[in-house]
């Protein structure tokens, strides 16, 4: 089992950037599948970005594909977003989550473990 907590949502200007943490907890980080998800108000939660076990796969929402950027470093058992060319429509609550099992390139997979969010809010 692992326990995830994220940090680093903030108010930011858009075209601004930002960078959000996801901490870990247990032995078994490294190998899990991570992903990003964000909510946005009245809106149901989406996919934003995963990152396979290793760091050597990753996948993006189109919506964000080429301003984000996932990551992660299992030495320090966190995972990271860095966020680019932000815009209104990225405000959401950002979860991160875990996912046991082989890598896909696909957003609707089954998470296993999830952290409580971050907010972040885009001003335009």
Same mark, same amino acid.
């Given at each position: 089992?692992?326990?995830?907590?994220?940090?680093?949502?903030?108010?930011?200007?858009?075209?601004?950037?930002?960078?959000?943490?996801?901490?870990?907890?247990?032995?078994?980080?490294?190998?899990?599948?991570?992903?990003?998800?964000?909510?946005?108000?009245?809106?149901?939660?989406?996919?934003?970005? @995963?990152?396979?076990?290793?760091?050597?796969?990753?996948?993006?929402?189109?919506?964000?594909?080429?301003?984000?950027?996932?990551?992660?470093?299992?030495?320090?058992?966190?995972?990271?977003?860095?966020?680019?060319?932000?815009?209104?429509?990225?405000? @959401?609550?950002?979860?991160?989550? @875990?996912?046991?099992?082989?890598?896909?390139?696909?957003?609707?997979?089954?998470?296993?473990?999830?952290?409580?969010?971050?907010?972040?809010?885009?001003?335009?």
């Amino acid at each position: 089992q692992v326990q995830l907590v994220e940090s680093g949502g903030r108010l930011v200007q858009a075209g601004g950037s930002l960078r959000l943490s996801c901490a870990a907890s247990g032995r078994t980080f490294s190998t899990y599948t991570m992903g990003w998800f964000r909510q946005a108000p009245g809106k149901e939660r989406e996919f934003v970005a @995963a990152i396979s076990w290793n760091g050597g796969y990753t996948y993006y929402a189109d919506s964000v594909k080429g301003r984000f950027t996932i990551s992660r470093d299992n030495a320090k058992i966190t995972l990271y977003l860095q966020m680019n060319s932000l815009k209104p429509e990225d405000t @959401a609550v950002y979860y991160c989550a @875990a996912r046991r099992g082989l890598w896909s390139a696909n957003a609707n997979l089954e998470y296993h473990y999830w952290g409580q969010g971050t907010q972040v809010t885009v001003s335009s």
